[in-house]
């Protein structure tokens, strides 16, 4: 009889195991294959104050920062297109007053459709083939993988001028 009481329990704690046991959450940890950006100053890793990050061409609101202090971003790139800009702005505090300088980071690429799994469903990754930028605030851009997929991997890295020279 007490065998019988114990049924009940052990069923439930066999059906909470076995849906634990089929869920796959790596899908949700980055679901969409985005470029990340680190931001250096100078040579050094660090986070970059008065920055703000847009895309241009983009449709509605495509604002990413906004006089952020940013260690890193991710860049959206688009799959229905081959290349992708973005506007960077950084304000830096120079002598008596607030410095304005803008900069352009353009992206050229190729979108892949990739299916991950039946729980995720497909994605696109992107193979990188060029990476421009103008140079006012920013001294370079350094290309680290082309291939983005939806790992945390930082694909590129984003050197700021140290304009406290």
């Known amino acids: 009889m007490r065998r019988l009481a114990l049924l009940p329990l052990a069923c439930l704690t066999l059906l909470l195991t076995l849906a634990a046991a089929c869920s796959d959450d790596s899908c949700y940890d980055n679901g ?6 680190t931001i250096c100053l100078g040579t050094t890793s660090q986070s970059v104050g008065g920055l703000s990050v847009m895309g241009i061409g983009v449709p509605g609101d495509s604002l990413l920062a906004d006089s952020a202090t940013l260690s890193e971003i991710y ?3 688009r799959a229905t297109s081959t290349a992708t800009s973005f506007a960077v702005t950084r304000r830096v505090m120079r002598g008596n007053g607030l410095v304005v300088f803008h900069d352009t980071i353009s992206i050229g690429y190729r979108p892949i459709e990739y299916f991950h799994s039946i729980e995720c469903g497909a994605m696109y990754n992107f193979d990188i083939t060029s990476v421009t930028t103008t140079t006012a605030a920013i001294d370079s851009v350094v290309l680290l993988t082309p291939t983005v997929t939806n790992a945390r991997t930082p694909a590129l890295r984003i050197h700021f001028t140290d304009f406290a020279l």
């Open 75 to 77: 860049l959206p790139l």
């Open 32 to 37: 969409s294959s985005l470029p990340l950006a």
